[in-house]
């Protein structure tokens, strides 16, 4: 029975490292100062399987001037353990943006951003697989595959909510230091 016991402890201990993160609820990034003048806050919805990111961006450096928010929502599966995180692949039924500020409007229009001239203030707009400068957004029903990690008070990343590559050899191999959300 002596030599049972450390046995099954080790095994636990082995089993609990595997286990996939906790992701369940609502968790949010704090207001992430980008380079030049913008900002962003990104919130996510996560509830068994299912993912609603919405990053909100920002004219100025601390988050007051809501400029545009992005809206991805869809599927995730939660796969195998790579190093100290595991893999994490994002199907999207939705790409949207919503333009917020009067200004941004008009420059997306004069600039034909994602491809459209005419944007609308707060009209939610598809831009699945659009280049909205300078991202190229992901596509709707197609695999992206990142990295996650969670201890269950913050979530990381390797790159969402940036479109994750599509091919799983370009998965990224280190979590994104700019972005970590709080469980809520």
């Known amino acids: 029975m002596k030599t049972i016991f450390p046995a099954v402890l080790i095994m636990l201990i082995e089993m609990s490292a595997f286990a996939e993160p906790s992701m369940g609820g609502l968790w949010k990034s704090e207001c992430i100062p980008l380079p030049k003048r913008h900002s962003i806050i990104s919130t996510l919805d996560i509830s068994n399987s299912h993912l609603k990111s919405s990053t909100r961006l920002f004219a100025d450096s601390a988050c007051v001037t809501l400029n545009l928010t992005i809206i ?73 595959y990142d990295i996650v990690n969670s201890n269950g008070i913050s979530l990381q990343f390797g790159l969402f909510p940036q479109a994750s590559p599509t091919n799983p050899a370009n998965r990224p191999s280190k979590l994104s230091s700019a972005i970590q959300f709080f469980h809520q």
């Open 72 to 144: 991805y929502d869809g599927s995730f599966r939660i796969g195998n353990k790579s190093g100290a995180n595991f893999d994490f692949d994002f199907v999207p039924n939705v790409v949207s943006f919503q333009l917020q500020n009067l200004d941004v409007v008009r420059y997306y229009n004069t600039t034909a951003s994602c491809g459209f001239t005419n944007w609308k203030l707060n009209e939610v707009r598809n831009v699945s697989g659009k280049f909205c400068s300078p991202v190229q957004m992901p596509s709707v029903g197609v695999l992206g």
